[in-house]
């Protein structure tokens, strides 16, 4: 018998989780979005039975259709309140990134979650890439012998019509800038190759071209990680004319490595020392082209968590993970508004400490 699904938010990025969700053989039972049109539109669209119920309100949803799985697709700043709400009706998650707006946020979804036993997967699907998923065995099988650094580049494009679309975009309440809506994917990328352990960051970020948005438009940061290796980060909305590319680079004393493409999905440099195979094979190999920079991760992170449900396991990008890109871009923020770098684990913060960041006339 397959597992009860409901989503909640019905925006931009749901329909890459409902056709995983449709693609993972799911029972999607209801939809809930403020708006009425879009869970209509996404029933056709999906061709969705007409027994899939519509709410605009989730609480009466979980407790009318008592889903085993809901996905969070709502506005970021939504995510955490949303997800402890499910949890403490043992529902399993899925949250699209990032899992909150605040570390006491994130905290508390890991908590209760695990209190309640319930699976909570942040929704980082490029570690699916093939890609991604090739250079992780490189590393986990320790072929770049000792790192040395990483750097994390998005270079992408966001203009006026993108943030009209949603209002919420952009401010420091319900969003953050670019680092944390746009970067926080190859930012977790960055972190997961590197070790996860940092020691200390180092982050500017600013405001150069997007008058009508609260938070930043371009973010740069220094990242130095506990087994001594560095990281850089280079996050922009300003590419001319449109998005550019998403790249990311690991090297090592004895590998380098260059994963690109539109959103990581490509390898484009494969070098080391022990010569296990052939660079060309691999780059042929481990290429995939996606329609969209959301790429194909969805349907197998989909995959993942539904198995980690049924065999009682930790999903394969679990809820500490999501918290640790959190993290990491939070204290670029405060690095930048500080002025000073920043040493981790970072205390308590929230995007909502850095309201009016670039107001009157900074940016």
Same mark, same amino acid.
């Given at each position: 018998?397959?597992?009860?699904?409901?989503?909640?938010?019905?925006?931009?990025?749901?329909?890459?989780?409902?056709?995983?969700?449709?693609?993972?053989?799911?029972?999607?039972?209801?939809?809930?979005?403020?708006?009425?049109?879009?869970?209509?539109?996404?029933?056709?669209?999906?061709?969705?039975?007409?027994?899939?119920?519509?709410?605009?309100?989730?609480?009466?949803?979980?407790?009318?259709?008592?889903?085993?799985?809901?996905?969070?697709?709502?506005?970021?700043?939504?995510?955490?309140?949303?997800?402890?709400?499910?949890?403490?009706?043992?529902?399993?998650?899925?949250?699209?990134?990032?899992?909150?707006?605040?570390?006491?946020?994130?905290?508390?979804?890991?908590?209760?979650?695990?209190?309640?036993?319930?699976?909570?997967?942040?929704?980082?699907?490029?570690?699916?890439?093939?890609?991604?998923?090739?250079?992780?065995?490189?590393?986990?099988?320790?072929?770049?012998?000792?790192?040395?650094?990483?750097?994390?580049?998005?270079?992408?494009?966001?203009?006026?019509?993108?943030?009209?679309?949603?209002?919420?975009?952009?401010?420091?309440?319900?969003?953050?800038?670019?680092?944390?809506?746009?970067?926080?994917?190859?930012?977790?990328?960055?972190?997961?190759?590197?070790?996860?352990?940092?020691?200390? /960051?180092?982050?500017?970020?600013? %405001?150069?071209?997007?008058? $009508?948005?609260? +938070? !930043? =438009?371009?973010?740069? &940061? *220094?990242?130095?990680?506990?087994?001594?290796?560095?990281?850089?980060?280079?996050?922009?909305?300003?590419?001319?004319?449109?998005?550019?590319?998403?790249?990311?680079?690991?090297?090592?004393?004895?590998?380098?490595?260059?994963?690109?493409?539109?959103?990581?999905?490509?390898?484009?440099?494969?070098?080391?020392?022990?010569?296990?195979?052939?660079?060309?094979?691999?780059?042929?190999?481990?290429?995939?082209?996606?329609?969209?920079?959301?790429?194909?991760?969805?349907?197998?992170?989909?995959?993942? /968590?539904?198995?980690?449900?049924? %065999?009682?396991?930790?999903? $394969?990008?679990? +809820? !500490? =993970?999501?918290?640790? &890109? *959190?993290?990491?871009?939070?204290?670029?923020?405060?690095?930048?508004?500080?002025?000073?770098?920043?040493?981790?684990?970072?205390?308590?913060?929230?995007?909502?400490?850095?309201?009016?960041?670039?107001?009157?006339?900074?940016?």
């Amino acid at each position: 018998m397959s597992l009860k699904y409901a989503l909640i938010g019905c925006g931009r990025i749901s329909p890459n989780h409902i056709a995983a969700a449709v693609e993972n053989n799911l029972e999607v039972v209801a939809l809930c979005d403020i708006e009425n049109d879009k869970m209509v539109n996404t029933i056709s669209n999906f061709n969705l039975p007409n027994t899939v119920q519509k709410y605009t309100d989730y609480i009466e949803m979980l407790k009318n259709e008592k889903p085993d799985l809901v996905a969070i697709c709502t506005e970021s700043g939504k995510h955490g309140q949303i997800a402890i709400d499910c949890i403490e009706v043992n529902c399993n998650l899925i949250i699209e990134k990032p899992i909150a707006l605040s570390l006491e946020e994130a905290d508390q979804i890991i908590e209760k979650a695990k209190e309640n036993n319930v699976k909570v997967s942040a929704c980082h699907q490029n570690r699916f890439n093939k890609s991604v998923q090739k250079i992780r065995e490189a590393v986990d099988q320790d072929r770049f012998g000792r790192l040395l650094h990483g750097t994390a580049h998005i270079r992408w494009n966001r203009g006026e019509e993108y943030y009209k679309q949603a209002l919420w975009r952009g401010t420091w309440e319900q969003d953050g800038g670019a680092l944390m809506n746009q970067c926080i994917h190859n930012i977790d990328l960055l972190r997961w190759m590197m070790g996860d352990d940092i020691i200390e /960051v180092f982050g500017m970020t600013d %405001n150069l071209k997007h008058s $009508y948005m609260e +938070a !930043e =438009d371009l973010g740069m &940061a *220094l990242i130095k990680f506990s087994n001594g290796s560095y990281g850089i980060v280079e996050g922009s909305n300003n590419i001319y004319p449109k998005n550019l590319e998403e790249t990311l680079y690991v090297f090592g004393d004895t590998g380098t490595v260059k994963a690109g493409g539109k959103s990581v999905n490509l390898i484009e440099e494969w070098h080391f020392a022990d010569m296990l195979d052939d660079p060309d094979e691999v780059k042929e190999k481990f290429c995939e082209n996606p329609p969209t920079v959301y790429g194909f991760g969805h349907k197998p992170l989909y995959a993942d /968590v539904i198995d980690a449900i049924y %065999n009682d396991r930790q999903p $394969y990008v679990t +809820a !500490e =993970d999501g918290r640790r &890109a *959190l993290e990491l871009i939070l204290a670029i923020y405060k690095s930048a508004a500080e002025g000073k770098s920043i040493k981790l684990p970072l205390g308590n913060c929230s995007t909502r400490d850095f309201k009016g960041r670039f107001d009157n006339g900074e940016f």
